[in-house]
């Protein structure tokens, strides 16, 4: 197969939605179809249920030593098809903001009964800001949920997104009884004791009153057909590259645990979602099919072993081909890497790989050369866009606990961060060391991980603050002023770059209105 052909074949997708819609089940019945894995419950739920630091740690610990589970990846008729795995606990939302970087479309799943939640919500504003092709998929149909209209309805105000319903639901909970796919007129039924589909779907033309009634009751019948008439007058029809662009979303509607409507979804979304896609990089846009191999690293994943000190940086291939043994450019630090036992992730099988195509990830050995963002390239100076810090919500002060150790806790902060744990910053006015992060959980692992591989320990200090937000301005007048007036609330990010500490939405919004040629930005891409 020529790179073209590979490149055609790959379909790189990460499987998000709120803590609980059923994430983790669907992923495990793809992987089921794909063959990858043999038996349910063989996906581990990386979610903590109890939210305690020694819980993430063991499942950490766990992940470390099955570093698969980060990316899964199986063949399907002859799609090669690539899962990227995100936590499963909201106070890792960045870790899969980060995610989303390395993937071409997502899989954004809802519970029927609970709707758009907060973290449905924050996901799939960031798919939006980057254009990410979406399909959504309302699960747990087999029990009651909310009114398929009202659920559609909710996106499309919430998520400010188009959908396109591919399939419609025929009852729900104990009444369920399958699911009408809209664009083949294919009946798909579930059976309720089997707790499956049935095997073949069924072809119905012209939604045949007759026909339907045999399977689902004229009751049913009767509110199918009203119901699809009114989906085929208000919803628009579906277009690959309105999808693809990112205005419209499909949906299907199904039940992950039993099984139902998984397979249509597979099917479909193999057809239409995209392969690997252009890339933006600073200097230029990068085309899959160039014949040099570009990539960045989107994770880096720590082994918590204390005898592998070693991590693991996970690198999204962008174009060309990567090569085992090949020396690539590192463009950060300007020196060449080459890489002995790259390893790709397929069947739940973690092994060593000779090259890998764009859209695929490899597991790259790092002894604490390489952060997230950087490039690798076969010379070329390039810096890919999209793989923002975003601004962090809890702050706390990090203050040495052993003065004997500050060497050893000034580069566990600085390694940690740079895989992207949580991010650092240091007040202007007194110098103080600030972590902040998007999650609590973040800071026990900070110490936990401290301890554990830099034999350093710190305590926190709490910091109340609202944001922390980049600004930059075209007015010097301005902007001095703001400096001067706020010089109690800023700091530098890692970088050096300003930071504005705002300690209340107010505060915020009234910084906003007083120096309105000041730009605050919340995320760290805004060059
Ligand atoms: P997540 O990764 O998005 O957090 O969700 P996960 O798949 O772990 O599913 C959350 C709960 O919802 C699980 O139950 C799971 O069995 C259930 N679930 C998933 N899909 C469906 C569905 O289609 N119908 C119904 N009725 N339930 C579904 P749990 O009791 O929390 O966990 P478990 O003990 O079953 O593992």
């Known amino acids: 197969m020529n790179l073209m052909e590979e490149i055609a074949r790959r379909r790189t997708f990460a499987i998000v939605s709120h803590p609980d819609a059923g994430k983790t089940t669907l992923t495990e019945k793809l992987l089921l179809f794909g063959g990858a894995i043999h038996v349910a419950g063989a996906v581990k739920s990386n979610k903590i249920k109890k939210t305690t630091v020694s819980d993430f740690m063991e499942i950490e610990k766990q992940r470390g ?55 449905t919500e ?22 009651e949920g909310l009114d398929p209209f009202l659920l559609l309805d909710e996106i499309e105000k919430k998520l400010n997104i188009s959908c396109v319903p591919m399939t419609w639901p025929i009852g729900m909970g104990k009444n369920f009884k399958g699911v009408f796919q809209l664009h083949t007129n294919k009946l798909y039924l ?131 081909i990567f090569k085992r043994n090949v020396p690539y450019f590192h463009v ?37 050369n390489f952060k997230i963002g950087d490039t690798f390239t076969e010379g070329e100076v390039l810096q890919f866009k999209g793989i923002p810090s975003f601004s962090p919500e809890l702050f706390r002060y990090i203050e040495n606990n052993d003065p004997s150790r500050y060497k050893q806790l000034a580069k566990g902060i600085e390694q940690l961060t740079d895989e992207g744990v949580a991010q650092l910053f240091t007040h202007k006015l007194n110098g103080r060391k600030i972590i902040g992060t998007v999650g609590a959980l973040q800071f026990e692992v900070i110490q936990f991980r401290l301890e554990h591989e830099y034999a350093a320990t710190c305590r926190y200090e709490n910091l109340p603050l609202y944001k922390a937000c980049w600004f930059k301005s075209k007015n010097p007048v301005q902007l001095n002023e703001f400096k001067k007036r706020k010089a109690n609330f800023l700091a530098e990010d890692k970088y050096g770059r300003d930071v504005f500490l705002a300690d209340s939405a107010f505060t915020l919004q009234m910084a906003k209105e007083n120096f309105p040629d000041i730009e605050f930005y919340f995320t760290s891409e805004f060059n």
């Open 190 to 320: 579930f059976d309720a004791e089997e707790k499956q589909r049935l095997q073949e779907p069924i072809i119905i033309e012209n939604l045949d009153k007759n026909q339907l009634s045999k399977y689902i009751g004229e009751q049913l019948t009767i509110k199918l057909i009203d119901e699809i008439e009114l989906v085929r007058n208000v919803y628009p029809q579906f277009s690959r590259t309105e999808y693809l662009n990112g205005n419209i979303a499909p949906v299907f509607f199904g039940s992950a645990l039993n099984n139902f409507g998984v397979k249509e979804l597979l099917e479909t979304f193999l057809q239409i979602a995209p392969s690997p896609r252009n890339s933006e990089t600073n200097e230029r846009i990068i085309l899959p099919q160039e014949e040099k191999f570009t990539g960045f690293v989107f994770k880096i994943h720590a082994n918590l072993h204390p005898q592998f000190r070693a991590r693991i940086a996970f690198i999204k291939i962008c174009s060309g």
């Open 332 to 368: 950060r630090s300007g020196k060449y890497f080459k890489f002995s036992n790259p390893t790709s992730f397929m069947a739940a099988k973690q092994s060593v790989i000779d090259e890998a195509y764009p859209g695929d990830i490899v597991g790259v050995h790092d002894t604490g």
């Open 122 to 143: 924050k996901l799939s504003n960031v798919c939006r800001m980057r254009k990410t092709p979406s399909i959504f998929f309302i699960n747990k149909l087999d029990r």
């Open 65 to 119: 030593i099955s570093v698969s589970t980060s990316v899964m990846g199986f063949e399907y008729n002859n799609y090669k098809v690539n899962i990227l795995d995100t936590p499963g606990h909201q106070d890792f939302a960045e870790d899969t903001y980060r995610t989303l970087s390395a993937v071409d479309s997502v899989i954004i799943v809802i519970d029927a009964a609970k709707g758009v939640e907060t973290q």
